[in-house]
């Protein structure tokens, strides 16, 4: 089935930076977009970035626009998250994110890793 899993993520000063890893199995991941959201508490689950499947497109939330830089490799099935110029408002349980069409399927069904924890804190 499909997996995703999510590391990288701990405690870490204002302005520093910090690469997350999703690993994915369970599906194709060379041929499928993948997307890092993040959720603080209270808050809506927001879309970060999203990479197309061989990185030629890549799409950033306004608020990591500059600072963030998402990438893949196809032939380890992990797409990263690098994060640098890290805020207090960055804090946040970070997901890795695909929609999966099984079988072809004219609908794909999204498919969410447990997440991984950022706190950004002095």
């Known amino acids: 089935q499909v997996q995703l899993v999510e590391s990288g993520g701990t405690l870490v000063q204002p302005g520093g930076s910090l690469r997350l890893s999703c690993a994915a199995s369970?599906?194709?991941?060379?041929?499928?977009?993948m997307s890092w959201y993040r959720q603080a508490p209270g808050k809506e689950r927001e879309l970060v970035a999203t990479?197309?499947?061989?990185?030629?497109?890549?799409n950033y939330a306004d608020s990591v626009r500059g600072r963030f830089t998402i990438s893949r490799d196809n032939a380890k099935n992990t797409v990263y998250l690098q994060m640098n110029s890290l805020k207090p408002e960055d804090g946040a349980v970070y997901y890795c994110?695909?929609?999966?069409?099984?079988?072809?399927?004219?609908?794909?069904?999204?498919?969410w890793g447990q997440g991984t924890q950022v706190t950004v804190s002095s």
């Open positions: 369970g599906f194709p991941f060379s041929i499928y977009p």
């Open positions: 990479i197309t499947s061989g990185g030629s497109s890549i």
């Open positions: 994110y695909v929609i999966y069409s099984r079988g072809g399927a004219f609908r794909g069904a999204g498919y």
